[in-house]
């Protein structure tokens, strides 16, 4: 059995962190002149910075605890990109190989949201493209992950996958798209020992992704 990374006291607090924020993104009366998006970023941001503290504060490693070593973040960014590459690389040789053999567009599949105006096409990409995957990989392999990793590597891989993909809206499809980066995201993190390098494949993902639904 594998150390224990993250503590039950650390994923229950932070539990109620993310569910204090939702609940008060849903239920507190906002001002009509607030976009729901507007409103969505702020929420994302906050659990972010709450969750950090909170791991800060309670984790005798600090940061390290997620993955976040003083020191580390540029090699995890050099290293989510060269992360990157090679997965859009093998994305595109996937799709061209389905689009040949069987006529599939895996680009439909892969269509994200979108928004109206240009404005909104901005706050949209901040949020769902930078925002969002920063916190997602906080919560879901930064501490999740960092929890579950006490009953080996597979279990931690898949457990945090398929909450990640609960985590989603998904509409009728199967969803293959956050499975796919679920596991991903879950796999770099194991091999690279350093969050950034998943918070990159999932903003430069998530950015493609509605670069297809754009054009």
């Known amino acids: 059995m594998a150390a224990k990374i993250i503590d039950l006291k650390t994923l229950a607090l932070s539990a109620a962190i993310i569910l204090a924020v939702e609940l008060g993104l849903h239920w507190v009366p906002w001002p009509g002149n607030i976009s729901a998006l507007a409103l969505i970023g702020t929420a994302r941001a906050i659990e ?3 969750l950090l503290g909170l791991v800060h504060w309670l984790c005798p490693e600090g940061m390290a605890a997620i993955g976040l070593r003083p020191g ?4 995890g ?24 053999s069987s006529g599939i567009n895996a680009f439909e599949i892969m269509k994200g949201g979108q928004a109206s105006g240009k404005t909104g096409l901005w706050v949209f990409l901040l949020i769902g493209g930078v925002i969002s995957p920063i916190t997602e990989e906080i919560v879901f392999r930064g501490i999740l992950y ?7 590597a597979l279990a931690a891989v898949v457990v945090s996958t398929v909450v990640f ?5 998904i509409q009728g499809a199967f969803p293959l798209t956050q ?3 679920g596991l991903v995201f879950a796999v770099a993190y194991e091999k690279e020992k350093n969050l950034m390098v998943p918070m990159v494949i ?3 993902g998530n950015l493609a992704i509605f670069a297809v639904t754009l054009f």
Do not use: P
């Open 72 to 75: 580390s973040l540029a090699t």
């Open 165 to 169: 993909v609960l985590a989603h809206a």
């Open 77 to 100: 960014l050099k290293k989510g990109l060269v992360w990157s590459i090679g997965f859009g690389v093998l994305v595109l040789l996937v799709s061209a190989i389905l689009y040949v």
């Open 48 to 50: 972010g910075v709450w």
């Open 179 to 181: 499975v796919v980066g």
């Open 146 to 152: 960092g929890y579950l990793r006490q009953w080996g």
């Open 202 to 204: 999932h903003i430069l």
